[in-house]
């Protein structure tokens, strides 16, 4: 019973060492996110609330926190609420089997990228609930984009995917990044480290993809109707997305906590910095994009993915099983290099 209750505790402590500092990432990310898009458009960007306003999140936090959460008359009030809940307990399970280093890792699973391709599949139900039990016509239509939005593109992801499985043989995560202590992904497979950076965009409804939130056409999409914490909780889901699509691209296609170069005073430095500057990076391109790119219309989203990125990434599984039964003599890091 005690050695029961100990393991309860020791994963309780764990879960919270996962989940504390996510949330403190997401509110800096927005924090970041404003100060990177003011100094690119030449603007101050919040300056007020502690020190160069990087206390403005916590600051907009505790605002949601005290308003009245206004529920409409009409609304289907039970789905309406969940709705947010099932966004942001998906955008926190996922972090369950991500490594931060080596052994630093939830749960490691040897199907971790299967249970992150279903957890991140299984995203579009919180926005389907939200933009129906509205009852609002922006809502509704909001939902709708996005979740033909995030069936599209999950496509493409998941044969980019397939080509890293291929050339690793696993579905553990550890294993996937330990195969690159020679050369990182991004060289050989550098076309699908684009295209899964683009897809990375259109499945989190980041600019120029983020026509489910459209503030021109349908005020702000499938969350017009919230308030005070359901917003909240939403902004909290969508970031934790976005910072948990970064971190795959990271994992799948710049080694992970693998230091960039066989330089042995880079390994003095602990993985979790290496990983950590990564992510920044990645975080970066997507402020970046936001601050530089127009929106695209939804004719051209659509086309994009079904036209061009799956018949792409399609043909570059085949390339790619390809090239590594024709070279199977080979050493694999040799194949790589060919």
Same mark, same amino acid.
């Given at each position: 019973?005690?050695?029961?209750?100990?393991?309860?505790?020791?994963?309780?402590?764990?879960?919270?060492?996962?989940?504390?500092?996510?949330?403190?990432?997401?509110?800096?990310?927005?924090?970041?996110? &404003?100060?990177?898009?003011?100094?690119?458009? &030449?603007?101050? +960007?919040?300056? @007020?609330?502690?020190?160069?306003?990087? =206390?403005?999140? !916590?600051? #907009?936090?505790?605002? %949601?926190?005290?308003?009245?959460?206004?529920?409409?008359? *009409?609304?289907?009030?039970?789905?309406?609420? /969940?709705?947010?809940?099932?966004?942001?307990?998906?955008?926190?399970?996922?972090?369950?089997?991500?490594?931060? #280093?080596?052994?630093?890792?939830?749960?490691?699973?040897?199907?971790?990228? =299967?249970?992150?391709?279903?957890?991140? $599949?299984?995203?579009?139900?919180?926005?389907?609930?939200?933009?129906?039990?509205?009852?609002?016509?922006?809502?509704?239509?909001?939902?709708? *984009?996005?979740?033909?939005?995030?069936?599209?593109?999950?496509?493409?992801?998941?044969? @980019?995917?397939?080509?890293?499985?291929?050339?690793? +043989? $696993?579905?553990?995560?550890?294993?996937?990044?330990?195969?690159?202590?020679?050369?990182?992904?991004? $060289?050989?497979?550098?076309?699908?480290?684009?295209?899964?950076? @683009?897809?990375?965009?259109?499945?989190? %409804?980041?600019?120029?993809?983020?026509?489910?939130?459209?503030?021109?056409?349908?005020?702000? +999409?499938?969350?017009?109707?919230?308030?005070?914490?359901?917003?909240?909780?939403?902004?909290?889901?969508?970031?934790? %997305?976005?910072?948990?699509?970064?971190?795959?691209?990271?994992?799948?296609?710049?080694?992970?906590?693998?230091?960039?170069? %066989?330089?042995?005073? !880079?390994?003095?430095?602990?993985?979790?910095?290496?990983?950590?500057?990564?992510?920044?990076?990645?975080?970066?391109?997507?402020?970046?994009? &936001?601050?530089?790119?127009? &929106?695209?219309?939804?004719?051209?989203?659509?086309?994009? +993915?079904?036209?061009?990125?799956?018949?792409?990434?399609?043909?570059?599984? /085949?390339?790619?099983?390809?090239?590594?039964?024709?070279? #199977?003599?080979?050493? *694999?890091?040799?194949?790589?290099?060919?």
């Amino acid at each position: 019973m005690l050695e029961s209750l100990n393991y309860i505790l020791l994963t309780l402590l764990k879960i919270l060492a996962v989940v504390v500092p996510l949330l403190l990432c997401v509110a800096f990310l927005t924090v970041i996110e &404003r100060k990177v898009m003011s100094a690119m458009q &030449r603007r101050v +960007g919040p300056n @007020i609330v502690g020190p160069f306003g990087l =206390l403005q999140a !916590f600051a #907009d936090a505790l605002k %949601n926190i005290v308003k009245e959460t206004i529920i409409p008359s *009409r609304a289907n009030t039970i789905i309406f609420i /969940v709705a947010p809940i099932l966004t942001l307990t998906l955008s926190l399970i996922g972090w369950a089997v991500i490594p931060f #280093d080596k052994g630093v890792v939830l749960t490691d699973l040897n199907v971790g990228m =299967l249970y992150i391709f279903a957890v991140s $599949s299984l995203g579009v139900y919180g926005i389907i609930m939200a933009g129906w039990s509205s009852n609002s016509k922006y809502a509704f239509l909001g939902a709708l *984009r996005s979740a033909a939005q995030m069936i599209s593109y999950e496509v493409s992801i998941g044969l @980019i995917i397939i080509n890293v499985l291929l050339c690793v +043989g $696993s579905l553990n995560i550890t294993k996937i990044v330990m195969a690159q202590e020679n050369v990182w992904f991004i $060289s050989p497979l550098f076309p699908l480290f684009i295209m899964f950076f @683009i897809s990375c965009l259109a499945e989190t %409804n980041r600019h120029p993809f983020d026509l489910p939130e459209a503030e021109s056409e349908l005020v702000s +999409g499938y969350n017009v109707e919230y308030s005070a914490m359901g917003f909240t909780l939403f902004f909290i889901g969508e970031y934790g %997305n976005i910072i948990l699509m970064s971190t795959l691209n990271v994992l799948l296609f710049m080694g992970g906590w693998l230091p960039p170069l %066989n330089i042995p005073i !880079f390994y003095y430095l602990p993985g979790v910095f290496w990983f950590g500057l990564k992510l920044l990076f990645i975080l970066f391109l997507f402020v970046w994009v &936001r601050a530089a790119l127009p &929106r695209y219309r939804y004719d051209q989203l659509m086309r994009l +993915g079904w036209k061009i990125f799956l018949p792409l990434s399609l043909g570059w599984v /085949v390339f790619t099983a390809g090239i590594l039964i024709a070279f #199977d003599w080979l050493p *694999r890091d040799l194949v790589f290099i060919i």
